[in-house]
């Protein structure tokens, strides 16, 4: 199988405490791979392993097969041209106009002339359906349209891997639908592998060729969708059905660890 992303054995913690505990994941290259998780199952410390910003406790991480726990600065940056990163809030420079921030990207990581970048990033904007907004400022778009603009900026490079950090979030259902199109469309028509973080169980189904889920930081499963709706793991159908975990809560330990959180701040 011709993996685009392994993960082997990750184990990472904030402090004294673990929030990923040895994670294994396997990503072939072309596949659409949605993790899942509620509040503080881990997937946000996850996603930031992947993307090298988040340095692991042990484990590996290999990306089109290098370990980038491995590599040094200089090699990360030429790994990091092969990805491509839409954070939730689109993280658009408000400076800048539309069409700006796309380029950005080409114009700190390549050495073309400025009549190529500009047709590049021109085609990337008509593949997100944003052909003759490239002179307008974020603030003066929708929130569905700054989606697409932070989308076209992170493929305007035609990166290998693409990462979603919660694409749907604050989208109407309209936009949302229209996002989740856009995202089939990016894997079938220029061969990405993605990976998605969502909590949205629509998007989820419709895009995923796989879904892992995560609960307090371990993986319960990876499975197809309809493996993971068929799934008798308790745990797993309280997240599908936004059940409460019934649980109980040990006072004197939730204590003793909000002082030694305080202590450490």
Same mark, same amino acid.
């Given at each position: 199988?011709? *993996?685009?992303?392994?993960?082997?054995?990750? !184990?990472?913690? =904030?402090?004294?405490?673990?929030? +990923?505990?040895?994670?294994?994941?396997?990503?072939?290259? &072309?596949?659409?791979?949605?993790?899942?998780?509620?509040?503080?199952?881990?997937?946000? %410390?996850?996603?930031?392993?992947?993307? /090298?910003?988040?340095?692991? %406790?042990?484990?590996?991480? =290999?990306?089109?097969?290098?370990?980038?726990?491995?590599?040094?600065?200089?090699?990360?940056?030429?790994?990091?041209?092969?990805?491509?990163?839409?954070?939730?809030?689109?993280?658009?420079?408000?400076?800048?106009?539309?069409?700006?921030?796309?380029?950005?990207? +080409?114009?700190?990581?390549?050495? *073309?002339?400025?009549?190529?970048?500009?047709?590049?990033?021109?085609?990337?904007?008509?593949?997100?359906?944003?052909? /003759?907004?490239?002179?307008?400022?974020?603030?003066?778009?929708?929130?569905?349209?700054?989606?697409?603009?932070?989308?076209?900026?992170?493929?305007?490079?035609?990166?290998? *891997?693409?990462?979603?950090?919660?694409?749907?979030?604050?989208?109407?259902?309209?936009?949302?639908?229209?996002?989740?199109?856009?995202?089939?469309?990016?894997?079938?028509?220029?061969?990405?592998?993605?990976?998605?973080?969502?909590?949205?169980?629509?998007?989820? =189904?419709?895009?995923?060729?796989?879904?892992?889920?995560?609960?307090? &930081?371990? !993986?319960?499963?990876?499975?197809?969708?309809?493996?993971?709706?068929?799934?008798?793991?308790?745990?797993?159908?309280? *997240?599908?059905?936004?059940?409460?975990?019934?649980?109980?809560?040990?006072?004197?330990?939730?204590?003793?660890?909000?002082?030694?959180?305080?202590?450490?701040?």
């Amino acid at each position: 199988m011709d *993996l685009a992303i392994q993960v082997e054995n990750l !184990i990472s913690h =904030y402090g004294d405490r673990e929030i +990923l505990k040895k994670i294994s994941l396997d990503v072939p290259r &072309g596949e659409i791979l949605v993790i899942m998780g509620g509040s503080g199952s881990g997937k946000s %410390t996850f996603l930031r392993s992947l993307l /090298g910003l988040k340095k692991a %406790t042990s484990g590996k991480v =290999y990306l089109l097969g290098k370990d980038i726990m491995q590599l040094n600065e200089m090699e990360m940056q030429d790994m990091r041209k092969n990805m491509g990163v839409a954070f939730q809030g689109g993280a658009l420079f408000n400076s800048l106009t539309v069409g700006e921030n796309v380029r950005l990207p +080409l114009h700190e990581h390549t050495e *073309l002339d400025e009549a190529t970048i500009n047709i590049m990033s021109r085609m990337k904007l008509e593949v997100v359906n944003l052909s /003759g907004f490239e002179d307008l400022k974020p603030a003066e778009l929708s929130g569905g349209m700054i989606k697409r603009a932070a989308l076209a900026r992170a493929i305007v490079m035609d990166p290998k *891997l693409l990462f979603f950090d919660e694409p749907s979030a604050g989208l109407d259902p309209v936009a949302s639908v229209e996002l989740d199109e856009l995202i089939l469309k990016l894997r079938d028509a220029l061969q990405m592998t993605i990976v998605v973080v969502t909590h949205e169980l629509e998007s989820a =189904y419709k895009i995923a060729d796989r879904i892992t889920v995560l609960d307090q &930081g371990e !993986i319960l499963m990876t499975g197809t969708v309809d493996e993971v709706k068929n799934s008798s793991n308790k745990r797993i159908q309280s *997240l599908l059905h936004r059940q409460a975990r019934d649980e109980e809560v040990d006072a004197e330990e939730y204590l003793n660890r909000l002082t030694r959180e305080a202590k450490r701040h």
